[in-house]
C-alpha cells in the first residue's frame, strides 16, 4: 500500500494576498494537514485568501470538507477566499453539489489576483 501524501505552503503575494498551495492527495488521512494550514493562514477583514489546487491529485469528501470550513472562516473573518487550479472532474463536483454557489474559482493564481484589482477600466 502507497502512503498518501500531502504538502501545503504559504506564501505571500505581491498583491498583498497569501497564497496557500496544496499538492498530492487530499482524503479523511491527509486532511488535518490541509485543516493546520488553514488554521494557520491569516483571515481578516479585507484580506484574500487564494488555496490554489493546482498540484491536488485526489480530493474525497473529507477534503472538500476542509475546504467548506476554509470558506466558512473566511466569510465569518469578512475575507475573500478564491480556489484555484481545480481539474475538471473536481468542478465537477463542485457544481453537482451546488458548492459553485458559495466558492470562487479562477483557473490560475495569477487569474484571482487579476480578479481582486479594481477594475480601472469602463
Known amino acids: 500500500m502507497t502512503e498518501r501524501t500531502l504538502t501545503t505552503a504559504h506564501r505571500p503575494h505581491p498583491s498583498g494576498a497569501v497564497v496557500l498551495t496544496v499538492a498530492g492527495e487530499l482524503d479523511h488521512h491527509t486532511a488535518p494537514e490541509l485543516t493546520q494550514a488553514i488554521q494557520e493562514t491569516s483571515f481578516a477583514p479585507g484580506t484574500s485568501v487564494i488555496i490554489d489546487l493546482t498540484g491536488l491529485t485526489y480530493c ?22 478564491i480556489l484555484t487550479g481545480l481539474n475538471k472532474d473536481l468542478l465537477r463536483v463542485f457544481h453537482i453539489m451546488g ?16 480578479a481582486l484589482r479594481p477594475s480601472t477600466e469602463h
Open 99 to 114: 458548492l459553485d454557489q458559495i466558492f470562487t474559482f479562477q483557473p490560475t493564481v495569477d487569474d484571482a489576483v487579476s
Open 60 to 81: 474525497d469528501s473529507t477534503g472538500i470538507t476542509v475546504l467548506i470550513t476554509a470558506h466558512d472562516r473566511a466569510r465569518q473573518a469578512q475575507s475573500l477566499l
